[in-house]
């Protein structure tokens, strides 16, 4: 998200460990999740090279925006790319809005609201499906199931409140170990 800060907010965001911000339109300073219960757990916080910017790398408990999306900043304007931006973190926005908002309508928020058993039992059905057309070797099978297995892998984790940057980290943590062979358990 972006948010405006001041002296005093910086100085509650980096005393809190949590972030502070500074309405304009309020004149005053509010505390991001304070009603929202969306709390930004401070793990980091940066400056550009002119000194006049903040890059505040944050825990998200919940959501950033006020939509019910992961991130203010889903809404692709322009990509060189088109199409292929999609991704698995946009794919876990959509459906962490349907949990926010859910609507009678989709598919995503009626899994989540049969709860975590149905869930697991989709995950089920996909593995087999995914095995299934890997026996087959036809690729763009694959590609299908693999899709719908990605698509409920990202439902169960928006059920338990795992995000993909949690996944990511773990990801991450593995191959610093396998860089590193010392750091790895016997």
């Known amino acids: 998200m ?3 800060m ?8 980096i005393e809190t460990g949590t972030t502070w911000f500074w309405s304009r339109e309020r004149q005053k300073l509010w505390n991001k999740g304070e009603t929202s219960g969306n709390i930004q757990k401070v793990k980091e916080i940066r400056m550009d090279c002119d000194g006049d910017a903040l890059l505040v790398i944050v825990e998200q408990e919940g959501v950033a925006c006020h939509t019910g999306h992961l991130s203010c900043f889903f809404q692709e304007m322009y990509s060189k790319d088109g199409d292929s931006r999609f991704n698995l973190d946009k794919l876990y926005d959509i459906i962490l809005s349907r949990k926010i908002n859910p609507t009678k309508d989709s598919y995503t928020s009626q899994l989540l609201m049969e709860g975590t058993e149905r869930i697991l039992k989709k995950i089920g059905e996909e593995i087999v499906e995914v ?3 890997g026996m087959k070797k036809d690729k763009g099978e694959v590609i299908y199931e693999i899709s719908d297995l990605f698509y409920h892998i990202l439902v169960l984790m928006a059920d338990l ?7 990511y980290r773990e990801l991450a943590e593995r ?5 590193n062979p010392s750091s790895m358990k016997p």
Do not use: C, F, W
Not at 6 to 13: A, F, P, Q, V
Not at 161 to 167: C, L, S
């Open 161 to 167: 409140g795992i995000t993909p940057q949690d996944t």
């Open 6 to 13: 001041n002296e005093e907010s910086l100085k509650r965001t």
């Open 175 to 179: 191959h610093s170990k396998r860089q």
């Open 2 to 4: 972006l948010g405006y």
């Open 131 to 133: 095995l299934l057309a």
